[in-house]
Structure formats: structure tokens, C-alpha cells
């Protein structure tokens, strides 16, 4: 099915534009450094990494766009992530191998129904999931025949510095934008996930869900994930995106595309939302029908401890509940319920599959 691709010529002309100007020295805008009000990129230096030719330039630009593609996708009827991410769900993803392996970021295909692909032709491929680590919060699909795309070759995220010079380039209307990674640290998110370390690039861009974070080799660095108020650190903050970093991938690439999941046990999974407020862990949603509310656990309640261990914030709390644990196992929390301090132990899961199947009609 083709369908066509509304201003792509502009769209391959910034890519261009930003493939060159990451080739080049650049010099960092206040902004990334000091926190001052972002500013347009300043003027650009070259040296003996600069594109020989214009032709040369306009060839990387073609293949770098080609493995960036639209991801589309309608949830299983009474979804239960609705709630939060809605029955249709659209955004980038990535051409990482040549026979339809597509990376993108989790949240789009959880309990998808229905996935298609779109390339930068406008060609539309359907396309089922391979993978989807919670834990990393990447996801793979593979399109049911292979792409007319060169794959993008993966960068080190490991070796990334603040104030770094980054493409983000995504399948929306907004197009690739130019960004500065202005932190490197871990994250947290209080639906019972942690990365050792995130990649924050500010300024944001608005069609960040599986968009690429590109470096200055055209390597993929990241994958999208959210968008966020305060990307930097300090006193002066800016809003940002966060990126899940590449290297996170390398380690278990195999084993998800062979089992569809990396190797070792499962985390445990609660079905508990909680967020820090004021030395305090509080509970701020429960997924219904999950661990954590068959337990008896609600909004409002107070984490308190996690076996003896106290936990006062999200990185004290995921650590104690995944310490020594798998999926299935009991875990005993001491959480305050108005006035009252209980005991109450949780059967945990595999947050797979608390979600609904695909349907196999």
C-alpha cells in the first residue's frame, strides 16, 4: 500500500543540513553550558572531518532517513494501558537490520493489536512485535517483508559528554532538530522503572516517542522516550527529552530477537505507581486487577519499607523489591494506611502478562 509523504523534500533537506552541521566543529550555545535562554545554534567551524563534497553528504543524508520510519499501532479491544497511552499509538522508529528489525520504544506496541510500518516512501508495511523489554524499555518489530532500507549502525552512548552536538530525528511532522546532551545520569520513573543512566538533550522536541538520538557519525546513540521539564541539573533548569541509551541493547540484542526476551528471570512486577514527595514514598495509582491492588494497596497509601529495608524514594523502592527476587515471588511491604502501619505482602508477576493478548481471530 503507498501512500505519500507530505513535504519530504524539505524534510531530506534538513536532514542534509544537520548531517553536515554535526560534521563539522561546532561551538556549544551558552544555553547547554550555563543554562541561559537557548538560542540558535551559533556558527559552525569547519575542519578536516567536513564533508568532502556536497554529493557525498547528500548520500549519507538518503541512507541515514531511509532507516527512519513511522511506527502505528491499535491496541487489543479493552487494552488495559489505554488509560494511559490511548487505543492508537504512533511514533518513530528505526531500521536496525536488513530483514524488517525495527527498534522503537515500548510503550507504542504494548498490547498492540494491529502495527504498520511506514517508510520514508510512504510505503506501508504491517508488521508484528519480536520483543518488548520492560526493563530496558525497548521494543523490537519486524515488518513482514524486509524494508528498502540501509540499517542504522549503532554509536557508543557510553562515551557521550554533556554539551555533545545530537540529531533527533523522528517520522513526525516536526522533522530531524538539533539538540545538545546536557546531562548523563540515572533515571527513574514511577512506574516501577530505572535506567543506570539516561541521555537528557535539551532543546525538546515534541515527537520524541522512539525517535532516534543521532550522533555526529550519523550512529544511533538512544531511543525516544519522554519528554521532560527539567533536563539539566542545578539551579537553572531545562526542558528536555530522555533518551534510552543504545548500549543498553548491545547485551541482550540476541537473545530478544532469538526468544523474544533477554535471558535470566523476570523482574518482579507490583502494579504501583509512587512518587517522591517531601522525604516520602507515596502511592499515587495502583494498575486495577494487579499485584499491588489484589493486595489491598491504593492511592494515597505510604510505602514505608520493603521487608526491613526502609525506602524512601523510587531507587531505594525498585531496588529492594528486585533484590533476590523474580517474577512470582511474594514481597513484603510495611506501608502506611491513614494512621494505621500494615504488613502486607504482594504476589508479584511478570508485567507482561498482566497486559491482554493480541487477539488470534
Not at 266 to 273: A, K
Not at 286 to 309: F, N, Q, Y
Amino acid at each position: 500500500m503507498m501512500r505519500p509523504v507530505r513535504g519530504s523534500a524539505s524534510r531530506f533537506n534538513q536532514v542534509l543540513a544537520l548531517i553536515a552541521a554535526l560534521a563539522l566543529s561546532i561551538a556549544v550555545p551558552a544555553y547547554a553550558v550555563d543554562g541561559a535562554t537557548p538560542d540558535l545554534p551559533t556558527k559552525a567551524r569547519p575542519n578536516a572531518s567536513a564533508p568532502e563534497t556536497s554529493a557525498a553528504a547528500a548520500t549519507n543524508a538518503d541512507r541515514l532517513f531511509g532507516a527512519i520510519v513511522k511506527v502505528t499501532t491499535r491496541s487489543v479491544p479493552d487494552a488495559r494501558s489505554n488509560d494511559t497511552l490511548g487505543d492508537e499509538r504512533e511514533g518513530t522508529g528505526v531500521v536496525i537490520a536488513r530483514d524488517g528489525l525495527v527498534l522503537t520504544i515500548g510503550y507504542l506496541v504494548v498490547e498492540a493489536d494491529d502495527i504498520k510500518i511506514t517508510d520514508s516512501k510512504g510505503r506501508e508495511y504491517p508488521a508484528n512485535v519480536v520483543a518488548n523489554d520492560q526493563s530496558s524499555g525497548f521494543a523490537l518489530v519486524r515488518t513482514a517483508v524486509p524494508i528498502d532500507a540501509t540499517p542504522i549502525a549503532f554509536g557508543d552512548s557510553a562515551t557521550t559528554t554533556e554539551h555533545e552536538p545530537v540529531m533527533i530525528a523522528n517520522a513526525g511532522g516536526e522533522g530531524p532538530s538539533f539538540a545538545f546532551i546536557v546531562s548523563k545520569r540515572p533515571f527513574t520513573g514511577n512506574w516501577e522503572y530505572k535506567l543506570d543512566y539516561a541521555l537528557f538533550t535539551s532543546p525538546p522536541t515534541s515527537d520524541w516517542s522512539g525517535a532516534a538520538l543521532i550522533d555526529r557519525d550519523g550512529k544511533l546513540l538512544g531511543i525516544g522516550s519522554l519528554i521532560v521539564r527539567e533536563a539539566t541539573e542545578g539551579e537553572t533548569t531545562l526542558p528536555g527529552n530522555v533518551f534510552v541509551p543504545i548500549d543498553l541493547l548491545k547485551p541482550i540484542l540476541a537473545d530478544l530477537v532469538k526468544q523474544g526476551r533477554r535471558a535470566g528471570p523476570v523482574r518482579p512486577w507490583l502494579g504501583i505507581s509512587a512518587d517522591e514527595l517531601q522525604g516520602h514514598l507515596f502511592v499515587t495509582k495502583v494498575s486495577p486487577e494487579g499485584p499491588a491492588d489484589r493486595a489491598g494497596i491504593e492511592p494515597g497509601d505510604i510505602i514505608l519499607a520493603v521487608g526491613p529495608d526502609v525506602v524512601r524514594t523510587q531507587d531505594e523502592f525498585y531496588q529492594r523489591v528486585w533484590a533476590r527476587r523474580q517474577a512470582g515471588d511474594e514481597v513484603p511491604l510495611k506501608v502506611l494506611k491513614g494512621a494505621d502501619v500494615r504488613q502486607i505482602t504482594v504476589h508479584s508477576m511478570d508485567r507482561l502478562a498482566y497486559y491482554r493478548p493480541r487477539s488470534t481471530i
